[in-house]
């Protein structure tokens, strides 16, 4: 099977302008989670979808939102970008089956806000 | 809510001895505890993990531990090899949903 993709690997944007990620999760997967890793802040959560529905949210402003498409599929975007903005976006696929827990990440999107 | 703490931060080795990391958490109802290892520029990757109703797990030259009753979990690698090099992290879930993971352990080992 193929592992979980994340398009773009890299972007630069300016400070108040809007961005949006994309997370492609190992077939058959149906939650997917949204992380960002900085050097200072490790691994944070930002939200989790699962059957096109948000489940569960992180401690993160309201310009940071997502949303999941019927295929599994989900985007993450960012609007009115700050400089702490800059981080690697992890996304990552888990399959609900069964009582499996195991959470596969995709590359991530290096984001750097100038 | 849950809080996972993590030591040491960082950890240096010679090659072919053993390292352990530590974690903490906070909420006995957390029952998944996953470690990841993220080498430079990768993502992180599930290297083991441990359910609550299991004390051990190993696979190969790596094990986890789990003390539910002090609430912390550790992964031990034995016969360190230098492509054991990388940041490890460890988390804590219930049944799957709100992983919260530690700060990270970087681990060098030194040829």
């Known amino acids: 099977k193929a592992g979980v993709t994340q398009t773009p690997r890299y972007l630069i944007k300016t400070r108040g302008q809007q961005v949006t990620l994309s997370c492609s999760p190992i077939?058959?997967?149906?939650?997917v989670s949204w992380y960002q890793q900085t050097p200072g802040q490790g691994l944070q959560f930002l939200f989790e979808?699962?059957?096109?529905?948000?489940?569960n949210k992180g401690n993160f402003p309201g310009r940071f939102s997502g949303r999941q498409f019927s295929n599994s599929r989900s985007e993450m975007n960012v609007s009115t970008l700050e400089l702490g903005d800059s981080a690697l976006y992890l996304c990552?696929?888990?399959?609900?089956?069964?009582?499996?827990?195991?959470?596969?990440f995709g590359p991530g999107t290096r984001l750097t806000v100038t | 809510g849950e809080n996972v703490e993590q030591h040491p931060s960082t950890l240096s080795v010679q090659e072919g001895d053993s390292a352990v990391i530590k974690c903490t958490y906070s909420?006995?109802?957390?029952?998944?505890f996953p470690w990841y290892k993220q080498e430079l520029g990768k993502r992180p990757q599930l290297i083991i993990d441990?359910?609550?109703?299991?004390g051990e797990k190993k696979d190969q030259r790596i094990a986890v531990t789990l003390n539910k009753t002090a609430k912390h979990f550790s992964l031990h690698i034995t016969e360190t090899q230098p492509e054991d090099s990388a940041v490890y992290f460890c988390?804590?879930?219930?049944?799957?949903?709100?992983?919260?993971f530690g700060p990270g352990t970087r681990l060098s080992v030194l040829p």
């Open positions: 990552a696929s888990r399959n609900e089956q069964g009582a499996a827990y195991e959470q596969y």
């Open positions: 077939s058959g997967h149906r939650s």
């Open positions: 979808y699962f059957s096109e529905t948000q489940r």
């Open positions: 909420d006995s109802a957390s029952n998944y």
């Open positions: 441990i359910r609550s109703n299991v």
């Open positions: 988390a804590a879930t219930f049944y799957g949903q709100n992983f919260v």
